[in-house]
């Protein structure tokens, strides 16, 4: 989003953390413990710089160690945001996770006159209640209300789904107030193609197997023992491949329980210029969940799977948002039913023409209502208007600003940058 905001002509400014993410190690090139400045301006009108902040990064993200790695970057984003005071923006954007720099992000705003905007990937202080990954009682209810409170002062707040855009309402917010921002897929990045027989060769799977395929990070909420269960279930069928890509904090549970069975391969992350051959490799998609959590959080991983042409199985409840997307272009079945589960899978991989109708359909839905830049270019437009700088024709018609208005400046601040 900050490159192409940079690209439209708009200064851009963003605070954020060394990468580390969804491997929980800093990548190499970067340090944990110290600041850095990096400047980039491939053909754009104006340099996007990036402000990275120290960290304290945990090898098992939950609980209170989680708490500590989320107020260490807010401790020391506060002093980026200081140097960023005499540049004065237009508009600052905070991305949730985390909410711990609401604080500071908040001051910044009244202190520079800059809009003041939340986005909300994930319900932060929900899901770690739900997750168990904090003690409820009176420590629910005081986090809950400090929520609140942060969230009621922001100028706008937007986020990810329809139903999480209720729970916005439910929080106290005023529907004007709000906006549903649906993640985003470069449609001519990720598009159906044979490209997936490389990997195939690669990794010593026939071409006439069906391979399920989970990409992506590995953590708590991701309910990742289905998978191993799912395995363990269809073991007798030698035509079902299943390949487990990414990594995260379960990695390391997740292949000792796929240890010694013949279907299952795991590898490790894959370089983003190689996703659209990674996604073609599937025949079938699998996006397990944790029961409770798909309407706190919608997996951005599932605007690339239905660009990828390819049915998702995904556990969801009936009637939830991820249920709803699913819907056509793939199977729902419920949470912590892993006989369902691997049924699903048998299903597909016996129906071929089943998956390619779904996959079709996926498709279609990716290009019609999450292309990268029809989405962008409304975020771009609403961002103008909660600036003065555009006017309801503008907004209307679609188009973008007209040369006459002023440069628009951001800085954006997040802590665990997926895309």
Known sequence: MAEWLSDQGHEVRVITTPPHYPQWRVYPGFGAWKFSRETRQSGSREPLEIFRCPVWIPTN???????????????????????????????????????????????FGLLTSSVSWLHVQDFEVDVAFRLNDLPAG??????????????RRFDKVS????????????????????????NWVDV?????????????AELGISPDSVVALYSGNMGLKQGLGLLADACSRVA????????????????????????????AIMIPLQPADRLNDLLN??????????????????PSKLAAIF???????ATASEGS????????????????DPNAFAAAIVRLADDPSARGRMGARARAYAVEQLNKDAILKRIERIMLQACGQVDSKHLADGRNRPDTIGETRATSATVSPEK
């Open 188 to 200: 001519s990045q990720i598009y159906p193609s044979d490209c997936g027989k490389t990997y195939r």
């Open 307 to 313: 660009a990828s042409g390819r049915p998702v199985i």
């Open 321 to 336: 948002e991820l249920s709803t997307a699913v819907e056509s272009r793939g199977l729902i079945i419920p949470p912590n």
């Open 61 to 107: 993200p939950r609980g209170w160690r989680r708490i500590a790695y989320l107020a260490s970057f807010s401790l020391t984003s506060c002093l980026a945001f200081i140097r960023q005071l005499p540049w004065a923006p237009d508009l600052v954007l905070l991305v949730e996770p985390t909410l711990f720099c609401a604080p500071h992000t908040l001051v």
């Open 138 to 151: 009176g420590i629910r209810d005081w986090a809950a209300r400090i929520e609140r409170l942060l969230l």
């Open 159 to 182: 986020t990810i789904s329809n139903r999480m855009l209720e729970r916005l309402s439910v929080k106290g917010l005023p529907q004007e107030k709000c906006a549903f921002l649906p």
């Open 236 to 263: 007798n069928r030698s035509d079902i491949k299943f390949v487990f890509c990414g990594d995260g904090p379960y990695r390391s549970a997740l292949a000792n329980q796929i240890r010694g069975l013949r279907n």
């Open 281 to 298: 490799l599937a025949d079938i998609h699998l996006l397990p969940q944790v029961a409770g959590a798909e309407d706190l959080v919608m």
